[in-house]
């Protein structure tokens, strides 16, 4: 089986060798999972690029969708994450155990943004009209749902990634769901 251990900031390309110091500056590590992709010249940029565009989701919005994808794609390193940053972002334990069952029973809209996670999560895209209905209803925007399938896309590539790498989690370990 290949082995894909985490690569020191001296075994990655110059390119990579600034993003880990800026990673480092702000967020005090580069989390395994990133530096992993630094075995490509080009992912990582690629991905943080694509990982911090524009989105009008708010902070605590954008953790609940990265909480759904990453439960249904079974990624414990990105729950663990996701769990740790949506809690920076506002939510509870509970309420991100909740998000990542499927629901958000304390605020509407919310759930409306869950409920539509999981199913384009699960369903890859064919999500029922009810549920984007619903989605619409509750204030979001067309907009908003070309948006959250471009999130599921960015989180999905990272839960893939970490089900081929199996990096270490660097993060307090989310509780298991099973």
């Not at 984007?132 to 908003?144: L, S």
Request: glycine share 6%.
């Amino acid at each position: 089986m290949t082995n894909f251990s985490v690569p020191s900031r001296g075994e990655v390309s110059a390119n990579n060798q600034e993003i880990f110091d800026n990673l480092k500056k702000g967020l005090g590590m580069v989390p395994n999972l990133y530096a992993v992709m630094a075995y490509s010249d080009t992912a990582l940029a690629n991905y943080l690029a694509f990982q911090n565009a524009k989105t009008s989701f708010s902070g605590k919005e954008k953790q609940a969708i990265n909480l759904v994808v990453s439960q249904v794609n079974e990624c414990a390193y990105c729950q663990s994450a996701h769990t740790m940053l949506g809690k920076m972002n506002g939510l509870t334990e509970e309420q991100t155990i909740e998000i990542r069952k499927g629901g958000a029973g304390f605020d509407a809209k919310l759930n409306a943004l869950v409920s539509l996670t999981k199913e384009v999560t699960v369903k890859r895209g064919f999500a029922s009209e009810a549920t984007v209905d619903n989605f619409i209803a509750q204030g979001y925007t067309k907009g908003q749902v070309v948006e959250l399938v471009m999130l599921v896309a960015e989180k999905t590539a990272m839960n893939y990634l970490h089900a081929i790498t199996k990096v270490a989690i660097d993060f307090p370990v989310a509780q298991n769901l099973n």
